[in-house]
T-cell receptor, first 114, second 114 residues
Framework: NAGVTQTPKFQVLKTGQSMTLQCAQD?????MSWYRQDPGMGLRLIHY???????DQGEVPNGYNVSRSTTEDFPLRLLSAAPSQTSVYFC?????????????FGDGTRLSIL | AQSVTQPDIHITVSEGASLELRCNYS??????LFWYVQSPGQGLQLLLK??????LVQGIKGFEAEFKRSQSSFNLRKPSVHWSDAAEYFC????????????FGSGTRLQVQP
């Protein structure tokens, strides 16, 4: 019963470094997405994917890249980390066939940029 | 653009007391509505959802929510709060369009006094 798995759980980076946040789901969900959570702002959508090979931007995409080569995996890349990207990042997945499917969330990655 | 408002940032209730968390949304049609709960250091867990039909929906952990179209509201209620209910609660909406991402409110943090 793995569900949505995010790695790492914690990470500290220096400004300008790059890294990839991993997200994997074992529920054969077509739809996957990345959110960031900041105090007082709820969760905001960064990027999403409706299936392998298809990605699109969300509300706050700048500074982040994504790819979807398989149904299971949806990594989020920070190309050049900035202190403004200090946040908690959540990956979510759901069935895409109908809009009323709830999203399943991972436990998050807590990222600090120094 | 759709938006979700949770007017109460922080609520404190005594254990055993009743609870109501407010949620208002702005959207042209009836969206899909969700309540999620987040315990400290954890991901988001779905409490309940509304798509259509009966406007009073039951969820897990004894929670319920009522959809009121005339007020564009989807308030979460619980008749008797337990200490373990202390957490942050998020209301979210989803449009029936291609993006299918959730738009979240800013959250309400619930503190339970003994």
């Amino acid at each position: 019963n793995a569900g949505v798995t995010q790695t790492p759980k914690f990470q500290v980076l220096k400004t300008g470094q790059s890294m990839t946040l991993q997200c994997a789901q074992d529920m054969n969900h077509e739809y996957m997405s990345w959110y960031r959570q900041d105090p007082g702002m709820g969760l905001r959508l960064i990027h999403y994917s409706v299936g392998a090979g298809i990605t699109d931007q969300g509300e706050v995409p700048n500074g982040y890249n994504v790819s979807r080569s398989t149904t299971e995996d949806f990594p989020l890349r920070l190309l050049s980390a900035a202190p403004s990207q200090t946040s908690v990042y959540f990956c979510a997945s759901s069935l895409a066939r109908t809009s009323n499917q709830p999203q399943h969330f991972g436990d998050g990655t807590r990222l600090s940029i120094l | 653009a759709q938006s979700v408002t949770q007017p109460d940032i922080h609520i404190t209730v005594s254990e055993g007391a009743s609870l109501e968390l407010r949620c208002n949304y702005s959207y042209g049609a009836t969206p899909y509505l969700f309540w999620y709960v987040q315990s400290p250091g954890q991901g988001l867990q779905l409490l309940l959802k509304y798509f259509s039909g009966d406007t009073l929906v039951q969820g897990i952990k004894g929670f319920e929510a009522e959809f009121k179209r005339s007020q564009s509201s989807f308030n979460l209620r619980k008749p008797s709060v337990h200490w373990s209910d202390a957490a942050e609660y998020f209301c979210a909406v989803k449009m029936d369009t291609g993006r299918r991402a959730l738009t979240f409110g800013s959250g309400t943090r619930l503190q339970v006094q003994p």
